[in-house]
């Protein structure tokens, strides 16, 4: 493929996020739309990973683009020239004349400074704020290898065992080529070691009966220890994953009333939830705002999976480093799930508080405001296979984190509170 379009692509998906604050996958179809992107399927995917690999290295590029030459606030097109040029020389592939002496003209030291990193924010490529926010609840080396971690997709599967049993299941994978090993903890859940056919294109995966979950979003449901006949609301529901998971542990006895602020994303739940199996007839669909509702009648157990900053989900969507070089949004995160909780307290005897994020704003900081502000519940361990919060929180002990470099996940965080 030539390189101008190669260029001209990855330079359009970078621009849809900065100016969209879309997914990494939403930016590419939307520049494919508009500009294509080759006819071939090959030439598609291939050009797909390509940009999840620029945008992931998006800080990187920054940082050795504006040290190796005169130019500040690159363009788009200058940052996808100078990451082509790297990503060939880093695999030992020819460089065309016509790209090296651009290279040369616009960047004279670029060789030098791909060899020479010293920050290690730069050398990951995160925005140095999150670098720096983390290695105040952490040692530094542990933020590197946290990070490092987050810069690769770890793949979860779901067995939905709503529609079919968990040994057909595994079996049908092995037949497919899937190379998975099941996590001892959690009979229903395997991690995709290797693959011949992506996931999204199995018949298990079309019809229902396996769902690409993460582990820590798993765990958040395992958290709230559904059981048979409880009432159960769901705070910020939609796309009804974990709703559906909800279903699959109670064999669709429990019922749930499904809140979110989006007419649209509910629609699509309700048909998500009828592939899945689930009895949609135990399911109430609410269009609410969860900071505010009133309800008349209490519910045995609440999830608040929050609204928040996503940093823990950076390995799913490297467009989330992108949105993140506002180091305001944890904190604007932060009040809407102090009212999203402080509410759901008034509602339930028990509340699992989540959030996909690795930030303690959004987390530990969250909880302890409540605290100061709520007095009728208290924190019980959740007692699930993750890790602790962050030990500078006196809280730490009694809430988890999934942290994806020792719980191979995305990075959550997860509070039980209890009447």
Same mark, same amino acid.
């Given at each position: 493929?030539?390189?101008?379009?190669?260029?001209?692509?990855l330079?359009?998906?970078?621009?849809?996020?900065?100016r $969209?604050?879309? =997914?990494?996958?939403k930016?590419?179809?939307?520049?494919c739309?508009?500009?294509?992107?080759?006819?071939a399927?090959?030439?598609?995917?291939?050009?797909?990973?390509?940009?999840?690999?620029?945008?992931?290295?998006?800080?990187?590029?920054?940082?050795?683009?504006?040290?190796?030459?005169?130019?500040?606030?690159?363009?788009?097109?200058?940052?996808?020239?100078?990451? *082509?040029?790297?990503?060939?020389?880093?695999?030992?592939?020819?460089?065309?004349?016509?790209?090296?002496?651009?290279?040369?003209?616009?960047?004279?030291?670029?060789?030098?400074?791909?060899?020479?990193?010293?920050?290690?924010?730069?050398?990951?490529?995160?925005?140095?704020?999150?670098f720096?926010?983390?290695?105040t609840?952490?040692?530094?080396?542990?933020?590197?290898?946290?990070?490092?971690?987050?810069?690769k997709?770890?793949?979860?599967?779901?067995?939905?065992?709503?529609?079919?049993?968990?040994?057909?299941?595994?079996?049908?994978?092995?037949?497919?080529?899937?190379?998975y090993?099941?996590?001892?903890n959690?009979?229903?859940?395997?991690?995709?070691?290797?693959? $011949?056919?992506? *996931?999204?294109?199995?018949?298990?995966f079309?019809?229902?009966?396996?769902?690409?979950?993460?582990?820590?979003?798993?765990?958040?449901?395992?958290?709230?220890?559904? $059981?048979?006949?409880?009432? *159960?609301?769901?705070?910020?529901?939609?796309?009804?994953?974990?709703?559906?998971l909800?279903?699959?542990?109670?064999?669709?006895?429990?019922?749930?009333?499904?809140?979110?602020?989006?007419?649209?994303?509910?629609?699509?739940?309700?048909?998500?939830?009828?592939?899945? &199996?689930?009895?949609?007839?135990?399911?109430?669909?609410?269009?609410?705002?969860?900071?505010? *509702?009133?309800?008349?009648?209490?519910?045995?157990?609440?999830?608040?999976?929050?609204?928040?900053?996503?940093?823990?989900?950076?390995?799913?969507?490297?467009?989330?480093?992108?949105?993140?070089?506002?180091?305001?949004i944890p904190?604007?995160?932060?009040?809407?799930?102090?009212?999203?909780?402080?509410?759901?307290?008034?509602?339930?005897?028990?509340?699992?508080?989540?959030?996909?994020?690795?930030?303690?704003?959004?987390g530990?900081?969250?909880?302890?405001?409540?605290?100061?502000?709520?007095?009728?519940?208290?924190?019980?361990?959740?007692?699930?296979?993750?890790?602790? &919060?962050y030990p500078?929180? =006196?809280?730490w002990?009694?809430?988890?984190?999934?942290?994806p470099?020792?719980?191979?996940?995305?990075?959550?965080?997860?509070?039980?509170?209890?009447?």
């Amino acid at each position: 493929m030539n390189i101008d379009v190669i260029v001209s692509v990855l330079a359009n998906v970078l621009y849809t996020i900065l100016r $969209k604050k879309v =997914s990494s996958r939403k930016a590419f179809s939307y520049t494919c739309k508009r500009f294509g992107c080759g006819k071939a399927l090959l030439e598609r995917e291939f050009l797909y990973k390509l940009s999840q690999e620029f945008v992931s290295n998006y800080y990187k590029l920054l940082y050795i683009v504006e040290r190796s030459s005169k130019v500040r606030n690159p363009s788009h097109r200058l940052l996808a020239r100078a990451f *082509i040029y790297m990503w060939l020389v880093e695999r030992g592939e020819r460089v065309d004349s016509k790209l090296r002496k651009a290279i040369e003209r616009d960047f004279p030291r670029i060789n030098e400074f791909m060899l020479n990193i010293d920050e290690p924010w730069a050398m990951l490529s995160y925005p140095k704020w999150l670098f720096d926010k983390l290695s105040t609840v952490m040692p530094i080396d542990e933020v590197v290898e946290m990070l490092k971690a987050m810069n690769k997709r770890v793949l979860w599967i779901r067995i939905n065992t709503l529609k079919i049993d968990v040994d057909k299941a595994l079996k049908i994978l092995s037949d497919e080529g899937v190379e998975y090993e099941a996590d001892k903890n959690i009979p229903f859940l395997v991690r995709v070691v290797k693959t $011949k056919k992506p *996931i999204r294109t199995l018949e298990l995966f079309k019809n229902g009966s396996i769902i690409i979950q993460d582990k820590a979003s798993v765990l958040t449901v395992l958290a709230l220890d559904p $059981k048979p006949d409880m009432l *159960i609301y769901d705070f910020a529901a939609a796309p009804g994953i974990k709703t559906s998971l909800i279903m699959q542990l109670t064999e669709n006895k429990a019922r749930v009333v499904a809140f979110d602020l989006s007419r649209r994303r509910l629609e699509a739940m309700k048909m998500l939830l009828n592939r899945y &199996g689930v009895d949609t007839s135990r399911i109430e669909l609410v269009l609410a705002d969860s900071t505010k *509702i009133a309800l008349s009648k209490k519910a045995d157990a609440i999830l608040v999976d929050a609204t928040c900053s996503s940093s823990g989900a950076i390995s799913k969507d490297p467009a989330i480093k992108i949105i993140l070089r506002d180091s305001r949004i944890p904190q604007k995160m932060s009040i809407i799930q102090t009212e999203m909780l402080l509410n759901a307290l008034k509602h339930g005897e028990r509340v699992v508080y989540a959030v996909c994020s690795i930030l303690p704003d959004e987390g530990e900081e969250v909880v302890e405001k409540v605290f100061s502000k709520e007095t009728t519940h208290k924190l019980v361990d959740p007692q699930i296979p993750a890790s602790r &919060g962050y030990p500078k929180y =006196s809280i730490w002990n009694k809430v988890r984190r999934t942290l994806p470099h020792i719980d191979k996940s995305e990075g959550f965080f997860i509070a039980r509170l209890e009447r």
